[in-house]
């Protein structure tokens, strides 16, 4: 005797079939969450990284322009 698969699936492969084609949909859904959002995080980063060479040259114009302030001179401590 030989096993024949049916034409007609069971009702068990019908869900499974469904599990299976809503974990693919959910998981391609996710990978292109996680792809947006690491686009998010490397464009604001890049954002981050002009804004501080932004204030690292400003700050490297200001002290060159500015005399340099001389050094305080250091003060004893009366002992007693």
């Known amino acids: ?30 990978i292109a969450d996680v792809e947006r959002q690491a686009i998010e995080v490397r464009r604001n980063m890049a954002r981050l990284r002009e804004l501080r060479m932004a204030k690292e040259a400003t700050d490297a114009t200001l002290a060159a322009a500015s005399p340099a302030s001389p050094a305080k001179k250091r003060t004893r401590k009366l002992l007693r």
Request: zero cysteines; hydrophobic letters at 45%; proline letters at 7%.
């Open 1 to 30: 005797m030989s096993a024949r698969k049916s034409a007609v699936p069971s009702p068990e492969a019908i869900a499974r079939a469904d599990r299976q084609r809503l974990a693919a949909e959910e998981g391609v859904r996710a």
